[in-house]
């Protein structure tokens, strides 16, 4: 259903009135997605990051001396940690890193360090995504469109209908491999067969694929022509290896490259990674584990779901690109990457390209929020990795382990659960420090304030709650707009939707420009300007004896409201930062529907 309203205020618009309810208590449950305060800057000399990584540095060493319970074999697991951080210095150099070379590790190099090589397994498949959207290729064409194989019509799966995009996004529904990869009774373990398959004749197992790669893409594509579809296309995530063989099919068919010569052109070339290849790596820079392991082995056509060989570095210089976003030609091409495009069953995880997106509100525990953390893992024997994007702060981790799968949860947990934290302290902190928050006043005689208008005085009050940053208040002549607003809502949106706004919260967006502006002293200062906006607090108004009230309060709705109203062709709920261009620190505040020009931080709580 659609209203029209037009308010004494200024226009309202046209609002969606859908189902909109909002949350009725005080948290941060209902926020804009993104940074809460500005991302941390600077954070390796940080003493809370120096804090929390002595910290973790003290629990790894613990549990590699043995007095803390490690949960894995640790005298046959090697590990490399990262920190990846937005603006460190150089690509290659995490902000923070930890090495372990395990005693039983006695092949492959002898001094690990961000440059040895690991097999990573399945973020050879981010790797394989990054290649695909480089490439160009029509996302929403059909794969037979390429393979003209599996044009046929005798197919059980539809591939007529799968695209490059569900196969990248892993809804293809189609299986995760090639029949003959899959497991071999040697690794079932002994007894399986006696145990469950004993009177099944096997007849269809065929031998280890893919000798040349023309045969060898022949047999594997007249595989796909009898495979099973595992669900329709498009309907829900069914991880698949071959997803990512079929995709590099195409790229190749449309490119005349080969998958090594891809990964060369659009990865390791331009961005200057020395250690990501297809396996075989080098044995002299490998790290080695002594159990059972893959090391050395050819992945042939399934090398892009996961038989790529990397280093700490060289997926620091990947995440960095992805924080920083650079590592597409367009910012806007890295943002939609990092997007979830399909749901799982449970409230905290999301599917994306090829991400494994994992949303807790746990990391956090002061200041509660859902952090999504983009993530994709990755295994092969003997090996394990982890590759985790919180763009939240700004920050990536890395992780690397060769031995015992064991080490990977826990590591994961320990590392996650102790910089998370730090890093959102940080920015809070610095949020507070570069003058986000405190007492923003008109100091006449500004040379924003018209004078032939006579004096109008401005003080407007950030703070820092728990929470976010909140406009505390804004007066204008001694009048208190901050009421105002709060009674324009209720006339306007108020009159829609039962919802009556408490705190004005602020959340940063995203949108910068540089400018020049004149200050007091009258000369010229670059500034960037940063947009914010205001994202009322809202408490449900009404209230009912009827079944299941408050239910729908939890989705989160808020998103809908932003931008709805205007006053004298300027938003109400934007208000604008200015900060000065070298050092990024706070300058001044404006609210550009007030027309305050810039008030100047004269205060800091
Ligand atoms: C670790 O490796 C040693 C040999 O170096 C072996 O004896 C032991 O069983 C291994 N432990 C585990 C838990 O795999
Ligand atoms: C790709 O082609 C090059 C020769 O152009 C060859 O050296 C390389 O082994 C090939 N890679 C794969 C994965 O087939
Ligand atoms: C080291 O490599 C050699 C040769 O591949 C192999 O025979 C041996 O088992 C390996 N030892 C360990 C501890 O990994
Ligand atoms: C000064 O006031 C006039 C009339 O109220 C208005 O048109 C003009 O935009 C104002 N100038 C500034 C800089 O606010
Ligand atoms: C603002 O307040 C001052 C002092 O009370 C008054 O002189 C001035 O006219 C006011 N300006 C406006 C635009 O109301
Ligand atoms: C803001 O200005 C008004 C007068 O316009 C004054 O009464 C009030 O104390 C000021 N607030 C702050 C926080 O300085």
Known sequence: MWFSSQTPHGSLGVLLLSLLFLPSHATLECRPPGPVVPKPRYVNSHPKLVAATRKLTGVLEGALAGDIHAGWPVENTSFSIGLIMHDQGDKAVPVWEYHHLAPGNINGTRHISRDSQYLVGSISKVVSDYILLRSGLGLDESIATFLPELADEGTLIAWKSITLRH??????????????????????GANIEEMAFQSIIISRITSSPLASLTSATTQFLKGMVESYPVAQPGERPVYSNIAFTLLMYAVEARTGKNYSELLEAYV??????????????DDDKAVIPPVDNSWGSNYGDNAPGGGLVSSLSDLSIFVHGILSRTIFDSDTAVREWLKPTSSTGSLHSLVGTPWEIYRTGELTPDHPHVVDIYAKGGAAYGYQAQMAVLDEYGAGIVLLTAGSALATPPLYDAILTTLVPALDEIAREQAMDRGYTGLF?????????????????FNVTVVQDQDSLVLLGIERNGTDILASLREIWSVTIGGFL??????????????????????????????????????????LSGDTDLPGAGLSAKNCLAWTLTDWMYYGSEPIDRIVFVLDAESGDVIGLEIPYLRSGVLQLVKTP
């Not at 189609?174 to 071999?184: A, F, Q, R, V, Y």
């Not at 100091?443 to 006579?454: I, K, Q």
């Not at 420009?513 to 607090?537: A, C, F, H, Y």
């Open 498 to 539: 039962a919802v009556t706004p408490s705190k004005a919260r602020i959340f940063p967006i995203d949108i910068r420009n540089e400018d020049l502006i004149s200050v007091p002293d009258g000369t010229r200062q670059k500034v960037v300007r940063e947009d914010w906006r205001v994202e009322w607090e809202l408490a």
């Open 167 to 188: 196969l990248a996004t892993q809804v293809a529904g189609i299986p995760p491999n090639c029949e003959s990869d899959g497991l071999e009774q040697k690794e079932w």
């Open 268 to 281: 390791t070339e331009p961005l200057g990674l020395r250690n990501t290849v297809v396996s075989p790596g």
């Open 441 to 457: 006043v008109d100091c006449p005689p500004s040379p924003s304030s018209n004078e032939a208008n006579g004096s109008i005085s």
